[in-house]
């Protein structure tokens, strides 16, 4: 049986050749769904600049960047974007127009508007957009815009760069991921719960085969299956459990080796963990197939109505596992053996979506919806990725401000990984207070007052701590002087930094594969000790 | 946000680290409009690499107080290259990346002077890379960082007590991605480990063995292999094979197809054949501008001392969620580059010959065909023939009275290297210690040479 897949054609696109390298990646899929984005940038200083540059060069379908700020001299030592001739012009007609010149395919435009003015003003303009990037925005504006997207259902990611120290942080009230693409993931062999044509296959394969060559290129799927049922038989249908056993099967498979140079008994002694490995689903997928979003209506998304029937399938035609993933690691085999392995797992795999695929039609119907609402590649999709599924669900800024888990800051407070990256969470909320009283941050202006500045913002500091239930703690001094010394200070280096993390999280929001951060994300310019803090 | 009714200046934000007192800075920190100015004036910067990485690192450090830059690459300007190096537009494909890349940094960034090299980096003489008082690395390949890095700790001299010299340390700040993934690191040679030190951090490449490709292939990458490695040769003896030339490319395809079509192997595509044939690694300009940008960092700490360093080696994975972890990387004492040089104890009697011949027998070494140098001399060069006959008559000379008869010094070797099972030309030092010698404690008294 060949499946065959051949290019149609060979003609190299200059628009497909520029993004060879990141359709590589996130493919054709993860592409469109980028050049049919639309992003909304507020200020666009270096940290908001560098982000947008790095999602232009990607091909982002739209970017609408708010400022109201005019270019100052200073900004030529921290802002690629604008040069000498820009003094004293909008800086967000400057920041655009450099941005359309690095790709014409994207829809460039800006309002010269101050954001904080825009979000108390005209709240429903950010119902337009894919996407908002806050950047450099204080508290009380950033709690604002939390509301007002969370509303309208606009995903929102929060940077901030600050001297040396700076945060990300994505505030979205759900995010799902079908292909989270994880780096490393056990392949599903199935070698611990074979189904019937898997061992009627292993069964027409002699391990004893003479011929020497023969007996080297039985790959190890077979193998294993065969030892598998060999210690099935005299341990009463049980597999291997304790330390001695599974050095025991180990033994068993290697005793089946007729010399030193086969390696597929070298593999299969090596991959007899999967074997062990125990039946039915992992926490991951329970907790998914539990969530009470997958009691699906008729409001539900494409994914729950899916792990819905994911749900369904487990319980039945399953047998306690999800649909087959279909595809098998390379090994030691003969070309023979290897492709009706491959046929075999790519059969069942094919079995299980279309059991899914029906069942997913009929919840469909019964939530009122139309049945082929949900593509077949979608749910092909789904089938193959069914025990690498991600829910992403964050807190509202607000409701981590007024209740952080006490609990995850005492443990932050008292680990020595943790401190700096907790003391600079702290202070990076202390100076907008501070600002707010003061009408500038700590140490920002040469005047003078840098003692007083710092014996304030510590003692917001310590108040702040009173407040998220941290009696006793404190930050260290050192770095509630250095807060002072960085005065506000936005610096192209690490805004760079903080811009080049912002749009790589931008990139998994939209297209919805690999994983987006968790918490947020406080980066430590000192000694590179950044850390996620889930509050 | 306040009202400043003081003179702006371009380096305001700079400013605050390079002008102010700190507390977590290195220590021979000074602040002040001299550090400030100095950087500016005096310290010269060399970007290797003007391609993914080099492009951020020349703006990232234009930004970041230094006026004085070198760029060098020996690659043009490719479409492939538009999605992340962003100094470069269609209409510069085929131009000289370094000379495109410093031309439109300067453009932006006032003041700043960048000199392009449109060279390989091999090409340079090894003073070049020591008018520098750091390298920064915007490299993609292995090679290229294990040459810079004998460059850069060639330059280390070793107290008696082993302690590194310190005017003879040249740091270098290195950065690499895959996809999102990457890694940024500080060596400081003789401190810090070096790229040899850690080698064994970097994955063997993967090689499919021959008889999978030549008799037992089951995927596409196995038939797109054995089309590049076994049959181009067999029907082009002689002719080598190009990537960069489409029709090579073409025909590696064509061929790939049939091996699959004869194997119902599914997935040969046009695609794949380039990636797997040029080994291409998938990129995207955020990771890029997250390595490079704590790499910039780290040069601006190391040159001011304004901050503490990254000791020594950031790991990052923006896939997966986000990860970072800094990792203090020992040194190896006994590394062949940046140590003080394997320790090698002699008879005053030995002959420069018989030393070369040890040199094969040496299992930290298993250098065959060495030249030795001692200082500024050679001492026997095995090429070219006229070096090598002029200086033929050392060979019988013994090594103590050639060194000047010292007790001990250090001395260069260089030849074909059969350690770790493939052949490779190093350059390495050695200590060399002559036992049973007199002490020698008085110019004046030396038995010459």
């Given amino acids: 049986m060949k499946r065959l897949e051949q290019e149609p054609t060979m003609v190299e ?57 005019k270019v100052q001299i200073g900004d030529l030592g921290n802002n690629f974007m604008v040069d000498a001739k820009s003094v004293g012009q909008s800086k967000a007609k400057c920041v655009c127009g450099f941005l359309q010149e690095l790709n014409d395919a994207v829809k460039a435009n800006f309002i010269e508007e101050n954001p904080d003015t825009l979000i108390l003003k005209d709240p429903s303009f950010f119902s337009q957009f894919t996407l908002v990037v806050a950047t450099q925005l204080v508290e009380d504006s950033m709690v604002k815009l939390d509301r007002i997207c969370r509303e309208a259902n606009v995903m929102l990611v929060f940077a901030r760069s600050y001297g040396l120290t700076g945060f990300v942080r994505i505030s979205v009230k759900e995010h799902t991921a079908i292909e989270s693409k994880p780096d490393h993931f056990l392949d599903d062999l199935r070698l611990n719960n074979p189904w019937p044509e898997l061992k009627r296959f292993v069964e027409t394969i002699d391990l004893n085969v003479a011929e020497p060559a023969a007996h080297k290129h039985i790959p190890y799927i077979v193998i294993l299956v065969k030892v598998a049922e060999e210690w099935a038989q005299t341990h009463n249908s049980n597999l291997p459990s304790t330390r001695e056993e599974k050095n025991e099967f180990k033994a068993l498979v290697k005793s089946k080796m007729l010399s030193p140079d086969e390696d597929n008994y070298r593999e299969a002694t090596e991959a007899a963990f999967k074997v062990f490995a125990p039946r039915g689903i992992s926490q991951d997928t329970q907790d998914i197939i539990n969530d009470s979003c997958a009691e699906v209506g008729p409001n539900s998304s494409d994914f729950w109505l899916m792990v819905a029937a994911l749900k369904e399938f487990i319980s039945n035609e399953g047998g306690g596992e999800v649909p087959l993933e279909g595809s098998i690691p390379d090994m030691t ?3 023979e053996h290897y492709i009706n392995l491959q046929n075999i797992y790519y059969s069942k795999a094919e079995a299980d979506f279309l059991s899914m695929e029906q069942r997913v039609k009929d919840i469909l119907v019964k939530v009122g919806q139309d049945p082929s609402s949900i593509s077949k590649p979608t749910i092909k999709s789904f089938c193959k990725n069914a025990r690498k599924l991600k829910v992403c669900r964050y807190r509202m800024i607000e409701d981590e401000f007024r209740t952080p888990s006490v609990a995850a800051l005492h443990k932050c407070l008292a680990d020595e990984e ?21 009408q500038k941050f700590p140490g920002q202006l040469d005047d003078g007052l840098m003692d007083h500045d710092v014996a304030q913002l510590k003692t917001i500091a310590l108040s702040l701590l009173r407040e998220m239930g941290c009696d006793g703690y404190m930050v260290e001094e050192e770095l509630s002087n250095e807060m002072c010394r960085f005065g506000a200070a936005e610096l192209h280096v690490v805004a760079a930094f903080i811009g080049g993390i912002t749009s790589q999280e931008v990139i998994k929001l939209i297209t919805k594969q690999f994983v987006p951060m968790s918490g947020t994300y406080i980066f430590n310019g000192i000694d590179h000790k950044s850390q996620s803090l889930t509050l | 946000m306040a009202d400043l009714d003081v003179p702006q200046s371009k380096s305001r934000d700079l400013d605050k680290l390079l002008l102010r007192h700190g507390n977590l800075v290195d220590p021979g920190f000074f602040p002040g409009p001299q550090l400030r100015d100095d950087i500016r004036e005096f310290v010269k910067i ?67 002077e960048i000199v392009p090299h449109f060279s390989r980096i091999e090409d340079k003489e090894v003073e070049f890379y020591n008018d520098f008082n750091i390298i920064a690395l915007g490299l993609d390949s292995i090679e290229a960082r294990k040459y810079i890095n004998g460059i850069a700790c060639g330059f280390l001299e070793y107290n008696d007590d082993d302690t590194p010299v310190r005017d003879t340390i040249k740091p270098m700040v290195d950065g690499g991605t895959e996809g999102f993934k990457g890694h940024a690191r500080v060596i400081m040679p003789g401190v810090t480990p070096c790229f040899e030190c850690t080698i064994w951090l970097f994955p063997p490449q993967v090689k499919f063995p021959l008889c999978t490709l030549a008799e037992t292939p089951r995927n596409a990458a196995h038939c797109i292999e054995y089309a590049h490695l076994i049959k181009w040769d067999e029907v082009h003896k002689g002719k080598s094979f190009d990537p960069d030339v489409p029709e090579h490319m073409k025909w590696v395809y064509d061929e790939a197809i049939r091996r ?68 203090d990387f020992p040194r190896l004492d006994d590394c062949l580059v940046c140590g003080p040089g394997i320790l090698i104890e002699l008879d005053t009697s030995i002959t420069l010959s018989k030393f070369i011949e040890m040199l094969e027998d040496h299992p930290k070494l298993l250098l065959s065909k060495a030249s030795v140098t001692y200082g500024e001399s050679n001492l026997y060069m095995q090429a070219p023939p006229v070096l090598e006959e002029m200086l033929r008559e050392n060979l019988s000379k013994p090594l103590y009275d050639l060194m000047g008869r010292v007790q001990k010094d250090t001395i260069h070797v260089s030849g074909t290297s059969l350690k770790d099972k493939e052949k490779q030309s190093i350059q390495t030092k050695l200590r060399v210690v002559f036992k049973g010698a007199d002490v020698v404690t008085d110019m004046d008294t030396a038995i010459g040479a």
């Fill in chain 2, 260 to 327: 699959a079509e004869l194997f119902g192997i599914p997935g040969v595509t046009y695609s794949l054949t380039q990636g797997v044939v040029k080994n291409i690694i998938p990129a995207i300009a955020s990771t890029n501008a997250i390595i490079s940008a704590a790499c910039a960092l780290e040069t601006l700490k190391i040159v001011s001392a304004c901050s503490k360093t990254l000791t020594n080696y950031l790991t990052y994975n923006g896939g997966e969620g986000l990860y970072t972890k800094v990792t």
């Fill in chain 1, 13 to 69: 696109e200059p628009k497909k050749t520029k993004y060879d390298r990141q359709l590589r990646i996130w493919g054709e899929l993860g592409q469109t769904s980028l050049e049919t984005a639309s992003i909304c940038l507020l200020n666009c200083g270096p940290t908001g600049s560098e982000a947008l540059k790095n999602l232009v060069l990607g091909g982002i379908g739209s970017i609408t960047i708010v400022d109201g700020s």
């Fill in chain 2, 46 to 112: 060399l970007v290797v690499g003007a391609g993914g990485l080099g492009c951020e690192l020349l703006k990232d450090l234009a930004l970041s107080g230094f006026r004085n830059l070198d760029v060098i690459d020996m690659d043009r300007i490719e479409v492939t290259n538009l999605n992340r190096q962003f100094l470069f537009r269609l209409e510069d494909v085929g131009k000289p990346k370094a000379e495109v890349a410093a031309k439109r940094v300067m453009e932006r960034v006032s003041g700043v």
């Fill in chain 1, 418 to 438: 943790y401190r700096s990256a907790i003391g600079f969470y702290i202070l990076l909320r202390a100076v907008d207070r501070f600002a707010a009283t003061y």
């Fill in chain 1, 333 to 335: 085999s003969s070309t």
